[in-house]
Protein backbone atom coordinates (compact mmCIF):
# COMPACT_ATOMS: atom_id res chain seq x y z
CA UNK A 1 0.00 0.00 0.00
CA UNK A 2 0.74 3.65 -0.99
CA UNK A 3 0.09 7.09 0.73
CA UNK A 4 -0.80 8.87 -2.93
CA UNK A 5 -4.90 9.19 -2.21
CA UNK A 6 -8.50 10.97 -3.31
CA UNK A 7 -9.52 13.60 -0.25
CA UNK A 8 -12.46 15.28 -2.14
CA UNK A 9 -11.61 14.84 -5.55
CA UNK A 10 -8.08 15.97 -5.42
CA UNK A 11 -5.32 13.36 -5.17
CA UNK A 12 -2.52 13.68 -2.22
CA UNK A 13 0.33 12.62 -0.73
CA UNK A 14 0.13 12.28 2.33
CA UNK A 15 -1.03 15.29 3.62
CA UNK A 16 -0.10 17.31 0.47
CA UNK A 17 -2.00 17.88 -2.27
CA UNK A 18 -0.31 17.43 -5.42
CA UNK A 19 -2.18 20.83 -7.08
CA UNK A 20 -0.15 22.82 -4.80
CA UNK A 21 3.12 20.60 -5.29
CA UNK A 22 2.80 21.73 -8.89
CA UNK A 23 2.35 24.89 -8.65
CA UNK A 24 5.32 25.44 -6.15
CA UNK A 25 7.89 22.99 -7.25
CA UNK A 26 6.85 23.02 -11.36
CA UNK A 27 6.25 20.55 -13.49
CA UNK A 28 7.08 17.70 -14.51
CA UNK A 29 8.89 16.11 -11.24
CA UNK A 30 8.92 13.49 -9.21
CA UNK A 31 7.67 13.05 -5.53
CA UNK A 32 8.22 10.32 -2.93
CA UNK A 33 6.30 9.43 0.32
CA UNK A 34 8.75 9.09 3.55
CA UNK A 35 5.99 7.39 5.09
CA UNK A 36 5.61 4.76 2.13
CA UNK A 37 9.69 4.47 1.80
CA UNK A 38 9.83 3.66 5.91
CA UNK A 39 7.02 1.09 5.33
CA UNK A 40 7.81 -0.83 2.80
CA UNK A 41 11.72 -0.75 4.34
CA UNK A 42 10.14 -1.81 7.82
CA UNK A 43 8.00 -4.23 6.04
CA UNK A 44 10.70 -6.53 4.18
CA UNK A 45 12.80 -6.15 7.49
CA UNK A 46 10.46 -7.27 9.91
CA UNK A 47 9.20 -10.43 7.34
CA UNK A 48 12.54 -11.88 8.00
CA UNK A 49 12.82 -11.22 11.68
CA UNK A 50 13.56 -14.60 12.25
CA UNK A 51 17.02 -15.12 10.29
CA UNK A 52 19.80 -13.49 10.70
CA UNK A 53 20.34 -11.23 7.93
CA UNK A 54 20.96 -7.57 6.34
CA UNK A 55 19.08 -5.42 3.76
CA UNK A 56 21.08 -4.14 0.92
CA UNK A 57 18.80 -1.75 -0.81
CA UNK A 58 19.57 -2.12 -4.47
CA UNK A 59 20.21 1.92 -5.12
CA UNK A 60 20.31 1.49 -8.88
CA UNK A 61 16.12 1.72 -8.28
CA UNK A 62 16.59 4.89 -6.41
CA UNK A 63 19.97 6.46 -5.79
CA UNK A 64 19.24 9.92 -4.60
CA UNK A 65 20.96 10.83 -1.11
CA UNK A 66 17.89 11.66 0.66
CA UNK A 67 16.32 8.68 -0.14
CA UNK A 68 19.37 6.58 1.01
CA UNK A 69 19.58 8.54 4.07
CA UNK A 70 16.70 7.50 4.81
CA UNK A 71 17.77 3.86 4.07
CA UNK A 72 20.68 3.88 6.14
CA UNK A 73 18.78 5.70 8.94
CA UNK A 74 16.39 2.72 8.89
CA UNK A 75 19.82 0.34 8.97
CA UNK A 76 19.99 -0.64 5.20
CA UNK A 77 22.97 -0.94 3.32
CA UNK A 78 23.46 -0.93 -0.06
CA UNK A 79 23.69 -3.07 -2.97
CA UNK A 80 25.75 -0.81 -5.36
CA UNK A 81 26.90 -1.31 -9.36
CA UNK A 82 29.19 1.05 -9.77
CA UNK A 83 31.65 3.48 -7.92
CA UNK A 84 29.63 6.08 -8.40
CA UNK A 85 26.76 4.44 -6.70
CA UNK A 86 29.43 3.84 -3.81
CA UNK A 87 30.17 7.67 -3.66
CA UNK A 88 26.58 8.45 -3.09
CA UNK A 89 26.00 5.65 -0.90
CA UNK A 90 29.31 6.90 1.15
CA UNK A 91 27.77 10.01 1.10
CA UNK A 92 24.73 9.64 2.27
CA UNK A 93 26.17 7.84 5.29
CA UNK A 94 25.72 3.79 4.65
CA UNK A 95 28.41 2.18 6.42
CA UNK A 96 31.06 0.24 4.49
CA UNK A 97 30.74 -2.78 5.73
CA UNK A 98 26.79 -2.52 4.98
CA UNK A 99 27.63 -2.54 1.25
CA UNK A 100 28.01 -5.31 -1.36
CA UNK A 101 29.63 -4.35 -5.22
CA UNK A 102 27.69 -6.56 -7.82
CA UNK A 103 27.93 -6.22 -11.73
CA UNK A 104 30.09 -8.11 -14.19
CA UNK A 105 32.18 -4.91 -15.43
CA UNK A 106 34.15 -3.61 -12.45
CA UNK A 107 37.07 -1.93 -13.37
CA UNK A 108 40.35 -1.85 -11.56
CA UNK A 109 39.73 1.84 -10.42
CA UNK A 110 36.16 0.92 -9.20
CA UNK A 111 37.45 -2.25 -7.35
CA UNK A 112 40.54 -0.22 -5.62
CA UNK A 113 38.01 2.21 -4.41
CA UNK A 114 35.99 -0.59 -3.37
CA UNK A 115 38.90 -1.94 -1.39
CA UNK A 116 40.18 1.24 0.40
CA UNK A 117 36.53 1.80 1.54
CA UNK A 118 36.55 -1.48 3.28
CA UNK A 119 33.15 -2.56 1.58
CA UNK A 120 31.47 -5.72 3.02
CA UNK A 121 32.05 -7.91 0.13
CA UNK A 122 32.13 -8.01 -3.60
CA UNK A 123 29.53 -10.16 -5.39
CA UNK A 124 32.07 -11.55 -8.40
CA UNK A 125 30.10 -12.24 -11.47
CA UNK A 126 33.01 -13.96 -13.99
CA UNK A 127 36.65 -15.47 -13.04
CA UNK A 128 38.63 -13.22 -15.08
CA UNK A 129 37.00 -10.50 -12.74
CA UNK A 130 37.79 -12.76 -9.59
CA UNK A 131 41.41 -12.64 -11.04
CA UNK A 132 41.49 -8.79 -11.56
CA UNK A 133 40.21 -8.76 -7.99
CA UNK A 134 43.01 -10.52 -6.47
CA UNK A 135 45.89 -8.50 -8.47
CA UNK A 136 44.32 -5.24 -7.01
CA UNK A 137 44.02 -6.70 -3.68
CA UNK A 138 47.59 -8.24 -3.96
CA UNK A 139 48.96 -5.02 -5.13
CA UNK A 140 47.54 -2.80 -1.66
CA UNK A 141 48.91 -5.89 0.37
CA UNK A 142 45.22 -6.94 1.22
CA UNK A 143 42.70 -9.58 1.31
CA UNK A 144 39.31 -9.23 -0.48
CA UNK A 145 35.96 -10.73 0.54
CA UNK A 146 34.11 -11.68 -2.21
CA UNK A 147 31.24 -13.98 -3.10
CA UNK A 148 30.84 -15.58 -5.88
CA UNK A 149 27.51 -14.67 -7.79
CA UNK A 150 25.83 -18.01 -8.96
CA UNK A 151 23.80 -18.59 -12.21
CA UNK A 152 21.67 -21.00 -11.14
CA UNK A 153 19.47 -20.90 -14.41
CA UNK A 154 16.12 -20.93 -13.42
CA UNK A 155 13.65 -18.78 -15.48
CA UNK A 156 12.03 -15.98 -13.39
CA UNK A 157 8.82 -15.48 -15.72
CA UNK A 158 9.32 -11.83 -16.24
CA UNK A 159 10.57 -9.42 -18.88
CA UNK A 160 13.38 -10.69 -20.77
CA UNK A 161 14.88 -7.14 -20.04
CA UNK A 162 15.07 -8.56 -16.61
CA UNK A 163 15.83 -11.57 -16.49
CA UNK A 164 19.50 -12.41 -15.44
CA UNK A 165 20.02 -15.92 -14.05
CA UNK A 166 18.80 -17.74 -17.05
CA UNK A 167 22.09 -19.86 -18.54
CA UNK A 168 22.48 -17.08 -21.37
CA UNK A 169 22.29 -14.73 -19.68
CA UNK A 170 25.54 -12.56 -18.94
CA UNK A 171 25.51 -12.31 -15.36
CA UNK A 172 27.06 -14.86 -12.74
CA UNK A 173 28.73 -18.09 -13.39
CA UNK A 174 26.85 -21.39 -14.61
CA UNK A 175 26.07 -23.14 -11.88
CA UNK A 176 27.59 -26.64 -13.33
CA UNK A 177 30.92 -24.89 -13.57
CA UNK A 178 30.33 -23.15 -9.71
CA UNK A 179 32.26 -25.53 -7.84
CA UNK A 180 35.16 -26.10 -9.91
CA UNK A 181 34.97 -21.72 -9.25
CA UNK A 182 34.86 -21.83 -5.47
CA UNK A 183 37.70 -23.91 -5.44
CA UNK A 184 39.89 -21.76 -7.49
CA UNK A 185 39.21 -19.16 -5.67
CA UNK A 186 39.50 -20.48 -2.56
CA UNK A 187 43.13 -21.09 -3.80
CA UNK A 188 43.75 -17.20 -4.19
CA UNK A 189 45.92 -15.92 -1.57
CA UNK A 190 44.12 -11.93 -2.07
CA UNK A 191 40.59 -12.91 -1.89
CA UNK A 192 38.75 -14.76 0.58
CA UNK A 193 35.54 -16.65 -0.62
CA UNK A 194 32.60 -16.05 2.38
CA UNK A 195 30.03 -16.19 0.09
CA UNK A 196 27.30 -17.53 -2.67
CA UNK A 197 25.15 -15.01 -4.03
CA UNK A 198 22.43 -15.39 -6.78
CA UNK A 199 19.81 -12.76 -8.02
CA UNK A 200 17.74 -14.14 -11.05
CA UNK A 201 15.52 -11.01 -12.13
CA UNK A 202 13.43 -8.49 -11.59
CA UNK A 203 9.71 -7.78 -11.07
CA UNK A 204 8.74 -11.60 -10.26
CA UNK A 205 5.59 -12.05 -9.21
CA UNK A 206 5.24 -15.57 -8.02
CA UNK A 207 7.45 -17.11 -5.35
CA UNK A 208 7.96 -20.45 -7.09
CA UNK A 209 11.34 -19.71 -9.02
CA UNK A 210 13.37 -17.54 -6.02
CA UNK A 211 11.88 -21.15 -4.10
CA UNK A 212 13.78 -23.31 -6.88
CA UNK A 213 16.58 -21.11 -7.08
CA UNK A 214 17.27 -21.05 -3.47
CA UNK A 215 16.89 -25.07 -3.36
CA UNK A 216 20.22 -25.00 -6.23
CA UNK A 217 21.87 -22.40 -3.76
CA UNK A 218 21.39 -24.02 -0.95
CA UNK A 219 22.93 -27.27 -2.16
CA UNK A 220 26.01 -25.83 -3.59
CA UNK A 221 26.44 -24.60 -0.17
CA UNK A 222 26.24 -27.40 1.29
CA UNK A 223 28.71 -28.89 -1.59
CA UNK A 224 31.18 -26.23 -0.31
CA UNK A 225 31.44 -26.83 2.69
CA UNK A 226 31.91 -30.93 2.25
CA UNK A 227 35.14 -30.17 0.14
CA UNK A 228 36.24 -27.35 3.11
CA UNK A 229 35.15 -23.63 1.71
CA UNK A 230 32.80 -22.67 4.51
CA UNK A 231 30.27 -19.88 3.29
CA UNK A 232 29.66 -17.34 5.80
CA UNK A 233 27.05 -15.06 3.75
CA UNK A 234 24.38 -15.93 1.46
CA UNK A 235 22.91 -13.47 -0.15
CA UNK A 236 19.26 -14.04 -1.60
CA UNK A 237 19.45 -10.70 -4.55
CA UNK A 238 16.43 -8.47 -4.72
CA UNK A 239 13.84 -9.24 -7.38
CA UNK A 240 10.28 -9.10 -5.56
CA UNK A 241 7.61 -7.46 -7.80
CA UNK A 242 5.19 -4.58 -7.32
CA UNK A 243 1.55 -4.34 -8.43
CA UNK A 244 1.76 -1.81 -11.59
CA UNK A 245 -1.72 -2.34 -12.46
CA UNK A 246 -2.83 -6.02 -12.13
CA UNK A 247 0.03 -8.31 -11.08
CA UNK A 248 -0.71 -9.74 -7.51
CA UNK A 249 2.96 -10.23 -6.33
CA UNK A 250 3.69 -12.10 -3.02
CA UNK A 251 4.11 -9.91 -0.07
CA UNK A 252 7.22 -10.01 1.76
CA UNK A 253 6.18 -11.85 4.67
CA UNK A 254 4.75 -14.52 1.78
CA UNK A 255 7.46 -14.16 0.24
CA UNK A 256 9.67 -14.92 3.64
CA UNK A 257 7.55 -17.19 4.70
CA UNK A 258 8.34 -19.49 1.27
CA UNK A 259 11.80 -19.13 1.51
CA UNK A 260 12.89 -19.29 5.78
CA UNK A 261 12.96 -22.40 6.09
CA UNK A 262 16.13 -22.95 2.87
CA UNK A 263 17.45 -19.78 4.71
CA UNK A 264 17.80 -21.32 7.83
CA UNK A 265 18.77 -24.83 6.36
CA UNK A 266 21.44 -22.93 4.87
CA UNK A 267 22.66 -21.89 8.49
CA UNK A 268 24.36 -18.87 6.83
CA UNK A 269 23.64 -14.34 7.38
CA UNK A 270 21.44 -13.56 4.87
CA UNK A 271 22.13 -10.66 2.44
CA UNK A 272 19.06 -9.34 0.29
CA UNK A 273 19.25 -6.54 -2.28
CA UNK A 274 15.33 -5.74 -2.05
CA UNK A 275 14.78 -2.26 -5.06
CA UNK A 276 11.65 -2.21 -6.40
CA UNK A 277 9.68 -3.39 -3.93
CA UNK A 278 10.64 -0.71 -1.32
CA UNK A 279 10.89 2.68 -3.92
CA UNK A 280 8.62 1.46 -6.84
CA UNK A 281 4.90 2.65 -5.17
CA UNK A 282 6.78 4.88 -2.78
CA UNK A 283 6.70 7.47 -5.81
CA UNK A 284 5.29 9.44 -8.44
CA UNK A 285 6.16 11.66 -11.30
CA UNK A 286 3.62 14.89 -11.79
CA UNK A 287 2.75 15.61 -15.39
CA UNK A 288 0.92 18.60 -16.89
CA UNK A 289 -1.20 17.97 -20.32
CA UNK A 290 0.12 20.68 -22.90
CA UNK A 291 -1.98 19.91 -25.54
CA UNK A 292 -4.84 17.46 -26.82
CA UNK A 293 -4.25 16.48 -30.70
CA UNK A 294 -7.03 14.33 -32.43
CA UNK A 295 -5.69 12.86 -35.43
CA UNK A 296 -9.14 11.05 -36.70
CA UNK A 297 -7.04 7.51 -35.65
CA UNK A 298 -6.20 8.80 -32.14
CA UNK A 299 -6.09 11.17 -29.52
CA UNK A 300 -2.14 12.38 -28.07
CA UNK A 301 -2.23 13.43 -24.65
CA UNK A 302 0.63 15.41 -24.96
CA UNK A 303 2.55 16.28 -21.77
CA UNK A 304 5.37 17.74 -20.23
CA UNK A 305 7.13 14.56 -19.32
CA UNK A 306 8.93 12.22 -21.61
CA UNK A 307 11.20 9.33 -22.16
CA UNK A 308 14.02 11.19 -20.96
CA UNK A 309 12.18 11.62 -17.56
CA UNK A 310 10.66 7.89 -17.25
CA UNK A 311 12.20 5.64 -19.61
CA UNK A 312 10.64 2.36 -18.57
CA UNK A 313 7.38 3.04 -20.84
CA UNK A 314 9.77 3.27 -24.05
CA UNK A 315 12.24 0.93 -23.00
CA UNK A 316 9.94 -2.27 -21.38
CA UNK A 317 6.45 -1.29 -22.50
CA UNK A 318 5.74 -1.21 -18.99
CA UNK A 319 2.59 0.05 -17.42
CA UNK A 320 2.30 2.63 -15.27
CA UNK A 321 -1.21 3.60 -14.09
CA UNK A 322 -1.77 7.60 -15.13
CA UNK A 323 -4.48 9.03 -12.62
CA UNK A 324 -5.81 12.93 -12.67
CA UNK A 325 -4.64 14.77 -9.85
CA UNK A 326 -8.12 15.99 -10.28
CA UNK A 327 -10.88 14.51 -10.24
CA UNK A 328 -14.31 15.19 -11.86
CA UNK A 329 -16.97 12.95 -10.63
CA UNK A 330 -18.80 10.83 -13.60
CA UNK A 331 -16.32 12.10 -15.89
CA UNK A 332 -16.69 10.91 -19.63
CA UNK A 333 -13.27 8.67 -20.61
CA UNK A 334 -11.56 8.20 -23.90
CA UNK A 335 -9.04 6.60 -24.86
CA UNK A 336 -5.35 7.76 -25.44
CA UNK A 337 -1.74 8.15 -26.43
CA UNK A 338 0.27 9.87 -23.35
CA UNK A 339 3.15 11.25 -25.57
CA UNK A 340 6.04 13.29 -24.64
CA UNK A 341 7.71 15.99 -26.23
CA UNK A 342 10.60 14.12 -27.23
CA UNK A 343 11.67 13.67 -31.12
CA UNK A 344 10.93 10.17 -31.30
CA UNK A 345 7.47 7.34 -31.91
CA UNK A 346 9.12 5.51 -28.99
CA UNK A 347 8.50 8.51 -26.44
CA UNK A 348 5.37 7.52 -24.62
CA UNK A 349 4.26 6.77 -21.12
CA UNK A 350 0.99 5.05 -22.19
CA UNK A 351 -0.79 3.78 -25.32
CA UNK A 352 -4.27 3.25 -25.82
CA UNK A 353 -5.10 4.40 -22.27
CA UNK A 354 -8.60 5.16 -21.31
CA UNK A 355 -8.44 7.77 -19.39
CA UNK A 356 -11.06 10.20 -18.08
CA UNK A 357 -11.23 12.98 -20.68
CA UNK A 358 -8.39 15.10 -19.94
CA UNK A 359 -7.60 18.81 -21.42
CA UNK A 360 -4.48 21.28 -21.72
CA UNK A 361 -3.79 22.45 -18.25
CA UNK A 362 -4.61 19.28 -16.26
CA UNK A 363 -2.52 17.36 -13.95
CA UNK A 364 -1.62 13.93 -14.20
CA UNK A 365 0.34 11.36 -11.71
CA UNK A 366 2.69 8.56 -12.96
CA UNK A 367 2.18 6.20 -10.76
CA UNK A 368 4.70 3.43 -9.03
CA UNK A 369 7.40 5.64 -10.44
CA UNK A 370 9.93 5.48 -7.69
CA UNK A 371 12.09 2.50 -8.92
CA UNK A 372 14.07 3.00 -12.54
CA UNK A 373 12.01 6.47 -12.91
CA UNK A 374 14.50 9.24 -11.82
CA UNK A 375 17.48 6.58 -11.90
CA UNK A 376 17.36 6.04 -15.31
CA UNK A 377 16.65 9.88 -16.63
CA UNK A 378 18.88 11.43 -19.11
CA UNK A 379 19.25 14.65 -20.75
CA UNK A 380 18.11 13.46 -24.23
CA UNK A 381 16.72 16.20 -26.23
CA UNK A 382 18.39 18.77 -23.98
CA UNK A 383 15.86 18.85 -21.46
CA UNK A 384 16.83 19.69 -17.52
CA UNK A 385 16.36 16.47 -15.34
CA UNK A 386 12.91 17.20 -13.28
CA UNK A 387 13.34 17.99 -9.30
CA UNK A 388 12.79 15.43 -6.85
CA UNK A 389 10.74 16.15 -4.14
CA UNK A 390 9.62 14.15 -0.48
CA UNK A 391 6.81 14.67 1.06
CA UNK A 392 6.58 13.84 4.96
CA UNK A 393 3.19 13.94 6.74
CA UNK A 394 1.97 17.83 5.41
CA UNK A 395 5.31 19.11 4.78
CA UNK A 396 7.29 18.78 1.42
CA UNK A 397 11.56 18.63 0.55
CA UNK A 398 13.27 19.67 -2.46
CA UNK A 399 15.75 16.78 -2.74
CA UNK A 400 16.69 17.02 -6.24
CA UNK A 401 16.71 20.76 -7.69
CA UNK A 402 15.33 20.77 -11.29
CA UNK A 403 18.87 21.25 -13.91
CA UNK A 404 18.74 24.42 -15.26
CA UNK A 405 20.60 24.96 -19.41
CA UNK A 406 23.72 25.61 -17.34
CA UNK A 407 23.53 22.38 -15.87
CA UNK A 408 23.28 21.20 -19.54
CA UNK A 409 26.70 22.35 -20.57
CA UNK A 410 29.00 21.94 -17.86
CA UNK A 411 31.93 20.39 -18.76
CA UNK A 412 31.81 21.22 -22.07
CA UNK A 413 34.50 22.45 -23.78
CA UNK A 414 34.68 24.14 -27.44
CA UNK A 415 38.11 23.51 -28.37
CA UNK A 416 40.44 26.88 -29.48
CA UNK A 417 40.37 25.75 -32.93
CA UNK A 418 37.01 26.49 -33.42
CA UNK A 419 36.73 29.15 -31.32
CA UNK A 420 37.07 31.85 -33.62
CA UNK A 421 35.16 30.19 -36.70
CA UNK A 422 31.68 32.31 -35.96
C1 LIG B 1 18.79 -4.88 -9.96
C2 LIG B 1 19.33 -5.76 -8.92
C3 LIG B 1 18.67 -5.88 -7.69
C4 LIG B 1 17.37 -5.22 -7.38
O1 LIG B 1 16.31 -5.71 -8.13
P1 LIG B 1 14.82 -5.29 -7.78
O2 LIG B 1 14.02 -6.00 -8.79
O3 LIG B 1 14.73 -3.81 -7.92
O4 LIG B 1 14.54 -5.73 -6.40
C5 LIG B 1 19.27 -6.65 -6.71
N1 LIG B 1 20.45 -7.28 -6.93
C6 LIG B 1 21.11 -7.18 -8.09
C7 LIG B 1 22.40 -7.87 -8.26
C8 LIG B 1 20.58 -6.42 -9.13
O5 LIG B 1 21.21 -6.35 -10.29
Partial sequence: MHDFHYHNDALFCEDVPLERLAKEQGTPCYLYSHATLTRHFQAFDQAFASVPHLIAFAMKANSNLAILRLMASLGSGADIVSGGELFRALQAGIPA??????GVGKSPEEIAYALDSDILLFNVESAAELQAINDVARGKGARARVALRVNPDIDPMTHPYITTGLKKSKFGIGADRALEEFTKAAALPNVEV??????????????SPFVDSLKKVVGLIETLKEQGIPIRYLNIGGGLGITYSDETPPHPTEYADAITPLLEAAQCEIIMEPGRVITGNAGVMLTRVLYIKETGTKNFAIVDAAMNDLLRPSLYEAHHDILPVRQVPNASTAVFDVVGPVCESGDFLAQNRT????????LLAVMSAGAYGFAMASNYNSRPRTSEIMVKGGESFVIRERETFEDLV?????????????
Avoid: M, Y
Avoid at 97 to 102: L, T
Fill in 97 to 102: NKIVFA
Fill in 194 to 207: IGVHAHIGSQLTQV
Fill in 410 to 422: RGERIPAFLEAKV
Fill in 355 to 362: LPVVKAGD
